[in-house]
């Protein structure tokens, strides 16, 4: 039961936090009227990675999970490099939805697994 509660909440916060970085995406895209510049386009990429890391983690949440562990530290790398002035609140604010979620995703798939298989099955190496 609190596998499901746990997994359930992870998920949502996924659609927010995907949510969130999708509307960033189109309202940054919507006021630039110049060219986009390599920052954006690292950007955008960036969410893009991020949003499959999510759908995926949906579906498989060992791989999802580390996906988004990936794209949380690209985040943080971008966010380092970009920022202005307060590097360390860009890097929580941008790698720390992804993180959150990462730690979430894989904690779930650890102790509440959804197929439990009995040892005696389990994949030997020989």
């Known amino acids: 039961m ?3 509660v746990l997994r359930w909440g992870i998920r949502i ?6 949510g969130f970085w999708i509307v960033i995406m189109v309202v940054e895209g919507g006021m630039q009227a110049n060219p ?4 954006e386009f690292l950007l955008v ?9 999510i759908v995926l983690a949906w579906f498989n949440e060992r791989i999802g999970g580390r996906l988004l562990a990936v794209v949380a530290v ?3 790398i971008y966010a380092l490099f970009e920022a202005g002035r307060h590097h ?8 720390g939805p992804y993180a959150l979620l ?3 995703f894989l ?5 509440w697994p959804r197929k439990r298989i009995h040892p005696s099955e389990a994949p030997t190496i020989r």
């Open 88 to 95: 360390w609140i860009a890097v929580l604010i941008g790698a």
């Open 45 to 53: 990429g960036l969410i893009l990675f991020g949003t499959f890391g």
């Open 102 to 104: 990462s730690v979430g």
């Open 107 to 111: 904690i779930v798939d650890r102790y």
């Open 36 to 39: 986009l510049m390599v920052a």
């Open 2 to 4: 609190a596998g499901q």
């Open 13 to 18: 916060l996924s659609v927010l936090f995907g």
């Open 74 to 76: 690209l985040h943080a």
